[in-house]
């Protein structure tokens, strides 16, 4: 049977993998933070902005290592969300997971991007971004079998062994092969959180409780040994809210699904709902050891815009 050996948080936001000398110039909004830092326009200056951005490289840079360095790993499997790259109002499941034999990632070529593109564009020419394969191999017999025991557990599980449209699978999962581990070659399964679009969002208890059935699942699979788990994405954005994100994290720290569970729904929105990737995690993880290498408030302009970016790693 086969256990988790390694669990690793992490932001993907593309502030995580833009220089600091743009983040003035990303999306915005009139928005305000529920707990804007009396000491923000500090936090705007370039040195602060430029520290910031350091520790967020040296955060990448410290669970990269700790995933590459996990030793023999017969699969990865990434709690992540699509943002109308899979499924759109057509078809949104709240719960997905993809088996198919291989994962497309289609990302944009280096040599191919404008500087005007999108952040996440400018970024892959900046260097940060790993430029990708077109396709890499996916633990289709894990993520069937997770489907089969999550069924069992009584999760109405949605599930595909394709992707469509031009842009491979979902950037949460392409983050893998751009930042953490471009020379990754450990199929990966990836189970698809429908946190952005109501009225179907998973509640938080209800992706913890997730975290856990897989966290089963897992144990009881016999074609592998070695089982890593991935959240990618998180936490608050567009508008930093640092109170709810070190809430967040100290429910994860704590183990305490109630705590996580008593997260208000109504902030679970936009790219903030990302954090119920992270709450699964916490569910997969059990009683394995957190360690929080960072968190970072990316504040980047007025009113509070910005990222709350965390990067962590659970070990038994």
């Known amino acids: 049977m086969a256990e988790i050996v390694l669990g690793i948080g992490t932001s993907h936001s593309p502030q995580v993998s833009t220089t600091w000398e743009v ?76 088996h198919g034999e291989q994962v497309p990632v289609t990302a944009p070529r280096r040599d191919h991007i404008p500087w005007n593109g999108p952040p996440e564009e400018r970024a892959l020419i900046s260097g940060l971004m790993a430029p990708t394969l077109e396709a890499y191999p996916n633990a289709a017999g894990l993520a069937a079998h997770i489907v089969a025991s999550l069924t069992e557990q009584e999760f109405d599980i949605a599930r595909c062994d394709s992707v469509s449209g031009v842009r491979g699978i979902g950037h949460a999962y392409a983050f893998l092969y751009q930042r953490l581990w471009p020379e990754c070659t450990v199929p990966i399964v990836p189970i698809m959180l429908n946190t952005y679009y109501p009225p179907n969002q998973p509640t938080p208890r209800r992706s913890y409780a997730l975290g856990a059935a897989v966290r089963r699942a897992i144990e009881s699979w016999d074609g592998g040994k070695r089982v890593t788990v991935v959240a990618s994405g998180g936490l608050s954005h567009i508008i930093v809210d640092e109170p709810l994100d070190r809430e967040v994290l100290t429910g994860l720290q704590s183990h305490d699904p109630d705590r996580l ?56």
């Open 23 to 98: 983040w003035s110039k990303m999306r915005q909004t009139d928005e305000r933070s529920p707990a804007i830092p009396p000491d923000l326009l500090a936090q705007l200056e370039p040195e602060v902005l430029s520290e910031r951005f350091g520790a967020v490289q040296r955060a990448v840079q410290s669970i990269a290592q700790r995933l590459q360095s996990a030793g023999d790993l017969d699969a990865i499997v990434m709690f992540g969300d699509d943002q109308h790259e899979q499924f759109d109002d057509t078809n949104m499941p709240a719960i997905a997971v993809y």
């Open 261 to 316: 569970a008593a997260i208000p729904r109504a902030k679970m929105k936009g790219g903030t709902s990302e954090i119920l990737n992270w709450i699964a995690l916490g569910g997969a993880a059990g009683p394995m050891a957190m360690t929080l290498v960072d968190y970072v408030p990316g504040y980047r302009s007025l009113p509070s815009t910005g990222c709350g970016m965390a990067f962590a790693y659970w070990t038994p």
